[in-house]
């Protein structure tokens, strides 16, 4: 599959993406977008920027002076990548029912892997110190297994699900929030199926 994004990474892209018709005369130099994105090292910003460049989303620099530029993908070709099954909303809180709909939703393309996915909108504050925010919009790769310290889509008896941080031990399934308020959801094993993990992240500033 292919290897996904960080979420530094992706915060990088997607304010890269929102700001696109500003930057396209005098893209950004990294100093502001360091300003910008509340980062104070330029130097880890310059990471992300290259990871990105190896990505094939910015053009690769050739002086700092000329700025970061998004590079330019054909829309028809993107079109054909770029929309996934919008299954609903899912609690980053207490479980609440996972609404499934038809509704398809348009994603960047390197949000998502090779793999079957799919997009919920997030409601709730549990999962706030991990940058996931209520009405953020996840990209979910469909998966019934996950790794100690993913961030899964978790289906709690069959019938409620939660977006939340995974721990498998042999007798119990530890469910953690991200908010230092809330307190890990401890559960059988049998009582819950994973059904996806996070492998991207949207958000809209409008």
Known sequence: MNQPL????REVYEYLLDHQPEFSERPP???????HLGLKS????????????NFGLIEPMDGLHRGIRLIQVDEEAQDNHSTLPFAGRIAAGEPIEAVEDCEKIEIPPLLKT????????VAGD???EAGIL???HVIIEKRDSARD????VALINGEEATLKTIE???DEVVLFPANSSMEPMHYRPEQVTIQGVLVGQMRSYH
């Not at 090779?114 to 909108?121: D, I, K, P, R, T």
């Open 149 to 152: 310290g993913e961030v899964v």
């Open 114 to 121: 090779s793999e079957a996915c799919y997009v919920l909108q």
């Open 126 to 128: 549990s999962m706030v």
């Open 168 to 170: 498998q031990r042999p």
């Open 6 to 9: 960080t979420r530094k990474q």
């Open 42 to 53: 330029r130097g880890s910003l310059h990471k992300h920027i290259h990871a990105l460049i």
């Open 134 to 136: 209520d009405g953020d």
């Open 29 to 35: 130099t990294l100093e502001q977008l360091c300003y």
